[in-house]
């Protein structure tokens, strides 16, 4: 059994992807290469990149799409996209350490990650939520 993960669900009108993971950090890695999937994204494993940023520590909801959107900001602002992350949770905040490459292509793009149902709930795998994309 895979106790972490991601698949592509039916949106009507936007992109949406459930992501299951035993713990909240997991959730945030499995929410960012779904994310990425969902994007066709293509990357240059020869240019590595490092980058850190920080959010406000808020409801998981609340700092999910946040971090989903900073992540989108990285790639569409500097072509970078991550696939190793570390996270020091300071208090108020909270420092992602990412590990990534320079973007060399996408095939779709996306506006936003939206809080259009977002529920984040503890399930059979730990916990679960479905997170849709503006595109």
């Known amino acids: ?57 808020a409801s998981q909801a609340e700092v999910l799409v946040d971090f989903l959107n900073e992540l989108l900001f990285l790639v569409e602002e500097s072509n970078q996209i991550f696939d190793q992350f570390q996270f020091v949770d300071e208090n108020a905040r909270l420092r992602i350490e990412l590990t990534g490459y320079k973007l060399s292509s996408i095939n779709r793009h996306i506006k936003a990650v939206t809080f259009h149902n977002l529920e984040i709930s503890e399930g059979s795998k730990g916990l679960e939520t479905t997170i849709t994309f503006d595109v």
Not at 24 to 40: E, K, P, Q, S, T
Not at 42 to 48: K, R, T, V
């Open 1 to 57: 059994m895979k106790f972490h993960g991601f698949e592509e669900v039916e949106h009507t009108a936007d992109l949406a992807i459930r992501v299951w993971a035993a713990d909240f950090y997991a959730l945030l890695i499995h929410a960012a290469l779904g994310m990425y999937d969902l994007m066709g994204a293509q990357y240059n494993p020869n240019i590595p990149i490092l980058q850190t940023f920080e959010l406000t520590n």
